[in-house]
């Protein structure tokens, strides 16, 4: 739900169906969260929660999403919502340096509009001080071996640096995407990590790669061309999105341009021919980096 509020809310063109969309996920996030600030993360049928409330990543991207549109233009009353249920949920922190990533995204849209916001830049300054030294020249990376949803621990860095006017952490941010962008391509195409992992002097395509890998590789150049305004950040996002429509280690489509789903995973000889909710969201989301930054290809 918080993954596809962000989808919907980045849309320009906001229609009525957009907006009801919009309405129905913001509630569903509003009452995943508790008075103590965990969050719930799965309903069942039933409407009801089948889970404990706690701190997985779900709760770094519902901070996401409502970040998100606490900072848009638009209807007062939503915005409001949502940074009252951001403020309780923020009452909590991750140790978990990805998931108090995708929570510092959301804190510094907050900043962005709200530059005195004490909670939003407390957040930010906590994600900035969880952030290791990176001593192996090598190596610049926070963790011993990516994982997933990479780009996303380089984004929030430079995306809280250039919130809170820290050059020291926007330039740190700024070099640990350039080295994951060093590692995640091969022959000019996109090589992403795949569910095992990557550690350093590891070679050649792992699978099954994810589409959330292309979708946060998107983010994150969009983040850093917004912050330096150097367009050497663009053509990653047009690879990131010709992934989806071939241009990988398989040559496989990942996108179903009829339906508009994505397919879930790359492999050795073709693709996962199921189509869930996290891999259409992640091409849509990759498809509107690159729409909106005008490096769409006919391929």
Not at 13 to 31: D, G, H, I, K, N
Request: include cysteine; aromatic fraction near 8%; hydrophobic fraction near 45%.
């Amino acid at each position: 739900m918080a993954r596809a509020l962000i989808v919907v809310a980045r849309e320009r063109q906001q229609t009525v169906e957009l907006r009801r969309l919009a309405a129905t996920y913001l509630r569903f996030l509003e009452s995943a969260v508790r008075a103590d600030g965990l969050a719930h993360n799965r309903m069942n049928a039933d409407g009801e929660w089948s889970d404990n409330p706690a701190m997985g990543d779900w709760w770094g991207r519902l901070l996401w999403a409502l970040g998100t549109i606490a900072a848009q233009r638009g209807d007062p009353w939503t915005r409001a919502r949502a940074l009252r249920t951001f403020r309780i949920a923020a009452r909590e922190r991750s140790t978990s340096l990805r998931t108090l990533a995708y929570a510092a995204l959301g804190a510094a849209e907050i900043v962005r509009v709200r530059a005195d916001d004490h909670i939003a830049r407390t957040l930010l300054r906590e994600y900035i001080r969880a952030m290791p030294d990176l001593p192996d020249p090598s190596w610049q990376w926070p963790e011993r071996r990516l994982g997933y949803g990479n780009a996303s621990i380089a984004e929030a860095l430079i995306a809280a640096g250039s919130a809170l006017d820290d050059l020291a952490a926007t330039t740190q941010g700024l070099q640990m995407l350039d080295f994951l962008l060093s590692v995640e391509m091969s022959d000019d195409r996109f090589s992403v990590t795949g569910t095992a992992g990557r550690g350093p002097g590891e070679k050649g395509p792992s699978f099954d790669q994810q589409p959330l890998e292309l979708a946060a590789l998107a983010d994150a150049c969009a983040t850093a061309h917004s912050v330096t305004g150097d367009s050497a950040w663009l053509p990653p996002i047009a690879l990131a999105w010709r992934w989806f429509t071939g241009l990988n280690d398989s040559g496989t489509t990942m996108f179903d341009a009829e339906t508009g789903a994505g397919f879930d995973g790359l492999e050795p000889g073709g693709r996962n021919e199921n189509r869930g909710a996290e891999s259409t969201l992640a091409a849509l989301s990759t498809y509107q980096q690159a729409l909106r930054h005008r490096v769409l290809t006919a391929s």
